[in-house]
């Protein structure tokens, strides 16, 4: 086990993926990239905590769906450029819309008014509104763009040719269900 404890709780697992999106573009890293460095400072270091396994899972999700989603922000800001934004309302925005799209167990709901959350600790006095607009508004296609997500994923899943069965979603024997 590393060293350090892992940050408890969903909320402070968001607010840590804030952190790394956030440093990791600051030093043109990608968040997954981020993630790693600072995985590693917390094995060498035992005064800095581990990063929360959710944490890491955001910032890999993010790094992987990057040019998406911010392809979504931007279709969204209305009057803005991305580049323009503040890069810790950027940072916010990926966590939350990476949440909206790809993580099943959280209601959209609760991403927003994370976002929210976090932007009211984190950012400007304008942010909170500014990201609950661009967030309400990115809900409103969420639907179709993870019912075409799943569509395409279950499209080019490969084939396990003697079952017959999609290899990414068929059961392994051994395999942990909390994996």
Known sequence: MPAGKPVK?????????????FE???????????????????REQPDVSALHPYTITVANGV????????D???SHLQGWKLERLPAVDRAILRVAIWELLHAVDVPEPVAVDEAVKLA???????????????????????PQLRAASLAVRGAT?????DSGTDTDTAEEPDADPAD
Do not use: Y
């Open 24 to 42: 990791a573009e600051a030093r043109g890293l990608t968040p997954a990239q981020g993630a790693e460095l600072r995985t590693a400072l917390a």
């Open 157 to 161: 899943a490969p084939l396990d040719t």
């Open 63 to 70: 790094t992987a769906h990057s040019a998406h989603i911010d």
């Open 9 to 21: 709780g969903r909320h402070q697992a968001r607010k840590r993926a804030v952190d790394v999106i």
């Open 72 to 74: 979504l922000i931007t």
């Open 120 to 142: 009211k600790e984190l950012s400007t006095d304008e942010s909170p509104s500014f990201i609950n607009g661009v967030l309400g508004q990115v809900m409103l296609v969420t």
